[in-house]
Structures are given as C-alpha cells and as structure tokens.
T-cell receptor, first 115, second 115 residues
Framework: GAGVSQSPRYKVAKRGQDVALRCDPISGHVSLFWYQQALGQGPEFLTYFQNEAQLDKSGLPSDRFFAERPEGSVSTLKIQRTQQEDSAVYLC?????????????FGSGTQLSVL | DAKTTQPNSMESNEEEPVHLPCNHSTISGTDYIHWYRQLPSQGPEYVIHGLTSNVNNRMASLAIAEDRKSSTLILHRATLRDAAVYYCILSDTLHGSSNTGKLIFGQGTTLQVKP
C-alpha cells in the first residue's frame, strides 16, 4: 500500500517489559513524526526525524523512550521498562519535506496496553 | 506554538451543512491553518489547510476571517461517515531549523451526525 504502515496494531505488555513499535513511512518521505495519544485526548508530539537525523525529541516523556531511524526510512519507537501510564495509541506520521504548509500522513497507530 | 480554541462537541443532521469554528487570536503572519479529522480507531486524516484566502477541496471548504483570528471548516453535506473529532491546528511556515512541520493538536471538536 502507499500509506503509512505501523506494526503491531495491538501490543499487550506486562509492566517492566520492553516494547518496540515499528513505522514504515510513505516511500521517499523525508520527515517522520511520532505521537502518543491517550484515551479521549488529542495526539501529543513525541519526536521528529528528518531522514536519519532526530532533530526534535522534546516530547519524549522520559529516558525510557527511545526512537531511531537509522537508514532514513523505517523508524522504531522503543519503550523500556514499560509502565501503566505508557498505555496509549502510538501514531506515526510522515511528510514529504517537513515544511509547515505540508500535510502529514498518519498511520492507524499501535495500541499499547501495559498490564 | 500558537493555540487554537474549538468547541468540545457539535451535532449535525445528515445531509445538512456543518460549520465548525476555530479561534486563533494569537496567530502570526506565517502560521498556516490546518484541519485534520480522526475517525474512531484510525489515525488523523488531513482535511484542508490555508494561509489567508478561503480554500475549497473535495472534502470541505475553509473560510478564514479577514484578520485571520478565526476560521471555519465547512462540510457542505454531512454524512454519517463524517462523524469524527475535528482538529484545528496552526503550523509555522518559516524556514529554518525550528520549522519541522510538526503539528500540535488540541482537544478538537467531536462532531456527531444524526440520521
């Protein structure tokens, strides 16, 4: 497909486990964003990549959260030692260049439940 | 980032027009006005965006006030599939290292469409 793909669609983790969430952006898109969306809330920005460079990680809530995009395409969001408050939908988005007048294309998200 | 204010919820009847308001009194001259919507269990979807002039596309129209301190998203004939959360967002178009195209979401307006 031509859209943003995220996997897995659902993830259940026990408290303290590490998880890895994958994002396949639209081919050729330079910019990639991760968002966290708690139930009933709007998406909250986590981090931004331009190609392989992580230019903004101001939204990462703690040092347990780590994101990478080593080859400038696929990205992985890793959460170490998961806590119950990490339960949310994690959304990935990409855009062609990343300018403020471009549209973002979102994936369907990964729903993470930490028990 | 400039903030927007939207009503928490609105109702509409099917096949009638819907006007979704957004206030952005602190908008700067380079901020674009974006609208996204989020259907249940999906990621946000681009609807429309504009800078100063009114905009039309196949999904909706965007009416921007002359002073740019408010805007209105217009769905010309609401269908049941338009029931979603609608987000009004500002993004800075200034070029430079701080312009990433990231979007800062608020709470949005939940639109209910009655048959």
């Amino acid at each position: 497909g031509a859209g943003v793909s995220q996997s897995p669609r659902y993830k259940v983790a026990k408290r303290g486990q590490d998880v890895a969430l994958r994002c396949d952006p639209i081919s050729g898109h330079v910019s990639l964003f991760w968002y966290q969306q708690a139930l009933g809330q709007g998406p909250e920005f986590l981090t931004y990549f331009q190609n392989e460079a992580q230019l903004d990680k101001s939204g990462l809530p703690s040092d347990r959260f780590f994101a990478e995009r080593p080859e400038g395409s696929v990205s992985t969001l890793k959460i170490q030692r998961t806590q119950q408050e990490d339960s949310a939908v994690y959304l990935c988005a990409s855009s062609s260049q990343g300018w403020g007048n471009e549209k973002l294309f979102f994936g369907s998200g990964t729903q993470l439940s930490v028990l | 980032d400039a903030k927007t204010t939207q009503p928490n919820s609105m109702e509409s009847n099917e096949e009638e027009p819907v006007h979704l308001p957004c206030n952005h009194s602190t908008i700067s001259g380079t901020d674009y006005i974006h609208w996204y919507r989020q259907l249940p269990s999906q990621g946000p979807e681009y609807v429309i965006h504009g800078l100063t002039s009114n905009v039309n596309n196949r999904m909706a129209s965007l009416a921007i006030a002359e002073d740019r301190k408010s805007s209105t998203l217009i769905l010309h004939r609401a269908t049941l599939r338009d029931a979603a959360v609608y987000y009004c967002i500002l993004s800075d178009t200034l070029h430079g290292s701080s312009n990433t195209g990231k979007l800062i979401f608020g709470q949005g307006t939940t639109l209910q469409v009655k048959p």
